[in-house]
C-alpha cells in the first residue's frame, strides 16, 4: 500500500524560491520605506500570554485566537465538571494560558508598557513578523500570514495620521500597485451612534458594518437586527452609510446629520483637519476617500481608521490599521495614545502576482554560472570566482562535473544570464569563454580581463 503524501495545515502555506524572493522583494521595499520615515525595528514572541491578548479583539475576535496547551499534564487541574458541551472557553482557560499573536498591535502595547523606561517618546516602531488566526481559510484569507507594521505611539497629533498616508502611497506607488485610501473616524461612527439613539450598541453597529464588502448591505441590516438595533435606528443609519459624493460634500451632509453630537462632531473635525493636511502636502498617486461604511470592527480604535484596497484586483484590504487612545492603559499605562497601520504582505502578493508586477530579475538569484568539466578546470575557474563575488557579482560553479547540456539546461532553468566556461582550450590560453544565456553570443576573454567584461554586461 503506497504511503500518502505529507502535508500542512490548512489556512497555511510552503513557500518554494521562487515565492520567496518575490516576498522578500515586498518586505524590503516596505521595510526601505518604514526606515526613511524614521521608525524603528522591534520584534515579539510567536506566542503572548492569554491573558495580553484575550478581550482585546472582541467577541469576534476572541473565537479566532489559537490557543496553546498547557506542557506536561494539561488535565490535571481542571475540575471534571468543567468540562461539559457548551463550556469550551472556560475548558480552554483551563488548560491554556498562552496563545499564539492574533495581530501584532496588542503585543506592541504590552511591549511599551513593559518596557516603557528605556522608550524614548513619541516611540516610532516597525515590525514584520507572522501572525496566526483560526479562521476558516479561503481566496485571501489565510490561517497562518506576515503582517507588516508601523506605528507611533505618545502621540495625539494628526501629524502621525497623515505619515501614515504618506507611507501607504509610497509603500504602493514603488511595488506598483494601484490603491484606494479609505478613511473614517470612530468619533463619527460613535456619533452616528448616538443620533439613531443606538449610543450603547456602537460595538454591535461597527461589527456589522464592518462586514458590509462581504456580505452586502442586507446582510448588515439582518445582523443588526440580530444584535437587537431597532428598526427604526437601521432605518435612519442606511442614507448615512450610503452616503455619496466627494470627501468634502461628504462631511458636509455630516455636519448637518451629527449637529446633535458633540463627539461626531469632534470626530468631523479630526477628518476635515487630516483631509487638509493631505492636500498640503502635495499630490498622491493614491485615491483618498472618506468611507463611512468603514468600521474596523476591532474594539480598540478610537480616532481616524484605515483600509486599503487595491484597485484593479478585488482581494479585500491589503493594508488597515488606526488610532488608539486606550490600548496601553489595559496593561496600566494610561493616557497613551498611539496610531498605526498593517500591510498584508500575503494578499499584496497575491495582487502583485495576479498582476504581474514583479520583476524579472528577481527570478535569478545567480547572475554568473561557472561550468565544471573535472577537477583541474574546476580549480581553474575558482580565483575568477571569488573575484567577482568581492565585487559584488552573484556567482556559482556547476557543483559536479557533467556535460555541457546538463549544465546550460540548469542555468536556463535558473534564468542564470552568463555562463563561464573553462575547457582545455581556454586553460592552455589563460583564457575564459563568458557566454550570454539571453543573446545566445560567446566571448573569449583574458583571464585578466574576465572580472571587468562580465561586470560591464550582467
Given amino acids: 500500500m503506497a504511503s500518502s503524501k505529507p502535508s500542512i495545515p490548512k489556512g497555511t502555506r510552503d513557500f518554494n524560491p521562487e515565492q520567496m524572493v518575490r516576498r522578500n522583494y515586498i518586505f524590503d521595499s516596505i521595510r526601505s520605506v518604514f526606515s526613511i520615515y524614521g521608525y524603528q525595528p522591534i ?24 490557543k ?5 499534564d494539561f488535565l490535571e487541574r481542571v475540575d471534571p465538571s468543567t468540562a461539559r458541551p457548551g463550556n469550551s472557553n472556560a475548558v ?68 502621525n495620521e497623515l505619515e501614515l498616508v504618506l507611507i501607504i502611497n509610497e509603500v504602493f506607488q514603488r511595488l506598483g500597485v494601484r490603491v484606494v485610501v479609505k478613511l473614517n473616524n470612530r468619533k463619527i461612527l460613535s456619533g452616528i ?78 477628518m476635515e483637519e487630516l483631509l487638509e493636511l493631505i492636500r498640503q502636502s502635495g499630490e498622491l498617486l493614491s485615491e483618498v476617500e472618506l468611507d463611512l461604511s468603514l468600521a474596523r470592527g476591532l474594539n480598540y480604535y478610537t480616532g481616524t481608521i484605515f483600509e486599503v484596497k487595491a484597485a484593479d484586483v478585488e482581494i479585500g484590504s491589503i493594508c488597515g490599521g488606526g488610532r488608539y487612545d486606550d490600548l496601553a492603559g489595559i496593561f496600566g499605562m494610561k493616557n497613551l495614545s498611539g496610531v498605526g497601520v498593517s500591510f498584508g504582505a500575503d494578499r499584496i502578493f497575491d495582487v502583485m502576482l495576479q498582476l504581474n508586477l514583479f520583476p524579472d530579475s528577481l527570478l535569478s538569484s545567480t ?21 567577482l563575488r568581492e565585487q559584488g557579482v552573484s556567482a556559482e560553479i556547476y557543483p559536479d562535473p557533467a556535460k555541457m547540456k546538463k549544465q546550460l539546461d540548469y542555468a536556463n532553468r535558473r534564468r542564470i544570464k ?41
Fill in 193 to 270: 451612534a448616538e443620533v439613531i439613539g443606538e449610543a450603547e450598541r456602537l460595538t454591535d453597529i461597527t461589527v456589522a458594518i464592518d462586514k458590509i464588502d462581504k456580505i452586502g448591505i442586507d446582510g448588515v441590516n439582518s445582523e443588526l437586527r440580530e444584535r437587537g438595533v431597532s428598526e427604526v435606528a437601521i432605518e435612519k443609519l442606511q442614507p448615512v452609510i450610503l452616503l455619496k459624493g466627494n470627501n468634502t460634500e461628504k462631511l458636509g451632509l455630516l455636519k448637518n446629520t451629527l449637529a446633535p453630537s458633540e463627539v461626531g462632531m469632534r470626530g468631523i473635525g479630526e
Fill in 43 to 66: 520584534e515579539t514572541p510567536a506566542m503572548e500570554n492569554l491573558s495580553t491578548l484575550l478581550g482585546k479583539y472582541g467577541e469576534e475576535g476572541d473565537k479566532l485566537l489559537f
Fill in 68 to 72: 496553546i496547551l498547557n506542557s506536561g
Fill in 418 to 458: 552568463l555562463v563561464v566556461i573553462a575547457g582545455e582550450s581556454e586553460m592552455q590560453q589563460n583564457q575564459l569563454s563568458v557566454k550570454n544565456m539571453e543573446t545566445g553570443e560567446q566571448a573569449t576573454i583574458s583571464a585578466e580581463d574576465v572580472v571587468s567584461y562580465i561586470k560591464e554586461n550582467i
Fill in 367 to 387: 547572475q554568473v554560472m561557472f561550468t565544471n568539466f573535472g577537477k583541474s578546470e574546476a580549480a581553474y575557474c575558482l580565483k575568477a570566482l571569488r573575484q
Fill in 92 to 159: 480552554s482557560l483551563a488548560i491554556c494560558e498562552k496563545g499564539l499573536r492574533y495581530d501584532l498591535t496588542v503585543p506592541f502595547a504590552r511591549f511599551v508598557v513593559q518596557y516603557q523606561n528605556d522608550i524614548v517618546f513619541p516611540f516610532k516602531r516597525y515590525q514584520i513578523q507572522p501572525v496566526w488566526r483560526a479562521d476558516r481559510p479561503q481566496k485571501g484569507r489565510y490561517r497562518e500570514f506576515y503582517q507588516c507594521d508601523v506605528d507611533v505611539i505618545g502621540s495625539t497629533s494628526l501629524l
